[in-house]
């Protein structure tokens, strides 16, 4: 079981940068396959980014490629949501989660350990 702790939200105008963290316990989190996903209030919870365990692939949503980049310090057993040119429709509670396999994936049911979330919030 890995635990996962999100940090780095806040409150931002259009066009502003956030870089989200999420730090793993346990020295076997860094072998996992990470992603983030986020949740606006009255919708699902939908994917935004997902990286393999040695960080060399990744994956994004296309409402945010170009705009955000993840990444990962496994020596500090740290994710990265590098947040950029961020717009109104990018606000909602962002979960960082793992998943058992040093593979990405960009499906929410494939990740059985989730963060508490960090609220993103855009203001136009």
């Known amino acids: 079981q890995v635990q996962l702790v999100e940090s780095g939200g806040g409150l931002v105008q259009a066009g502003g940068s956030l870089r989200l963290s999420c730090t793993g316990s346990?020295?076997?989190?860094?072998?996992?396959?990470m992603g983030w996903f986020r949740q606006a209030p009255g919708k699902e919870r939908t994917f935004v980014a997902a990286?393999?365990?040695?960080?060399?692939?990744?994956s994004y949503a296309d409402s945010v490629k170009g705009r955000f980049t993840i990444s990962r310090d496994n020596a500090r057993n740290t994710l990265y949501l590098q947040m950029n040119s961020l717009e109104p429709e990018d606000t909602a509670v962002y979960y960082c989660?793992?998943?058992?396999?040093?593979?990405?994936?960009?499906?929410?049911?494939?990740?059985?350990?989730w963060g508490q979330g960090t609220q993103v919030t855009v203001s136009s």
């Open positions: 346990g020295r076997t989190a860094s072998t996992y396959g």
């Open positions: 989660a793992a998943r058992q396999s040093r593979y990405l994936s960009d499906t929410k049911e494939e990740y059985a350990n």
């Open positions: 990286i393999n365990w040695s960080g060399r692939s990744t």
